[in-house]
């Protein structure tokens, strides 16, 4: 028989969603049997073991579908990673990082509020300035549900033929029912501008009235997410469809400080000055700050220093500043 800890690990991988760890706690139970002499007992269960392999392979039960890439038309249209970001990792505004929790939150309890009649958020609208971890944010919510990221390739999806990027769309979304997984429409504004602007065009606004159409039937598992850095062109029927728009920002000096802290731990002194290094900082998005960091870090290591001077950091900073402000005035 299976020990309390066996039973107790299997009950966790479950709960966890570790298809990996489960199988092969059930094999050493299997194994057990066999070396008490259960010889039946260790069979049948190494048979079971063998039928959800082929199940989870066929996508038929478990979490992630382990498939190495979509076929057929889907090829074109989702392109697929397994990351192992975790939430943990990134550096977020408290109200940012406790939406994103309450939606791990959600989908791991999702029988539990079915039994309620109720539904986990699924279906995610990312706003904010560009740099600021959205498309981050995808990656971190599939490390830690365990499921595989479907980046939806948009220069496949948009088509100059009418209806064809309709089809194309129901196709992405049938997926979401057949493989559980993060669905990512990146740059979202594309396909989701406001219907009445005066650029509008008659096929992107049927694109736009079938994604509405497929966002609000679809009842699969899957999270749908949407990134976008220009809101305010949204259409506004999107809003209601979404379960929950999560709003990301610039990080403020106290996150800048801490995204510094996790990028150059080894490499910073006893005694950095903060105070420049934060004045440097400010008005960076996280992925400047990042880029920075590893330009210093590497600069440090070219150089055969053990520790990044101030004044280095702070011109590092200073240099993905000015480019990366005149752009963003451009832009906005």
């Not at 066999?34 to 260790?42: D, P, V, W």
Request: glycine share 8%.
């Amino acid at each position: 028989m299976a020990t309390a800890q066996q039973v107790k690990a299997l009950l966790r991988s479950y709960s966890e969603g570790d298809a990996e760890h489960f199988v092969s706690v059930a094999l050493q139970i299997a194994a057990h049997a066999a070396r008490t002499g259960k010889g039946n007992l260790a069979r049948e269960l190494r048979d079971l073991v063998d039928g959800i392999k082929q199940k989870q392979q066929s996508g038929k039960i478990g979490g992630a579908v382990p498939i190495a890439r979509p076929e057929g038309e889907l090829a074109g249209l989702l392109a697929v990673t397994y990351p192992k970001t975790r939430i943990s990792e990134m550096v977020l505004a408290p109200t940012t990082g406790s939406a994103l929790a309450r939606v791990i939150r959600e989908y791991r309890s999702q029988e539990k509020l079915r039994s309620h009649s109720l539904s986990a958020r699924r279906k995610l609208l990312l706003v904010g300035p560009p740099g600021c971890g959205k498309t981050m944010t995808a990656s971190a919510l599939a490390g830690e549900l365990k499921l595989p990221l479907f980046s939806v390739q948009l220069h496949g999806l948009i088509t100059k033929y009418m209806g064809e990027t309709a089809a194309k769309l129901h196709l992405i979304f049938d997926a979401m029912t057949e493989v559980r997984g993060i669905y990512l429409f990146d740059e979202f504004d594309a396909i989701g501008a406001d219907r009445g602007a005066k650029n509008d065009v008659g096929e992107i606004r049927r694109v736009l009235n079938s994604f509405l159409q497929f966002l609000e039937q679809d009842d699969s598992d899957s999270l749908i997410l949407a990134a976008t850095n220009y809101v305010a062109m949204l259409d506004e029927a999107l809003f209601r469809r979404f379960d929950d728009v999560v709003h990301y920002s610039r990080p403020d000096a106290k996150q800048a400080e801490q995204l510094i802290r996790n990028h150059l731990h080894i490499f910073l002194g006893k005694r950095p000055g903060w105070k420049s290094i934060r004045n440097a900082a400010a008005g960076l998005s996280h992925a400047e700050i990042a880029r920075a960091c590893n330009d210093a870090a590497k600069d440090c290591i070219l150089g055969d220093r053990e520790k990044i001077d101030t004044g280095m950091l702070v011109a590092t900073l200073k240099e993905r500043r000015r480019p990366a402000m005149s752009a963003d005035s451009d832009s906005e």
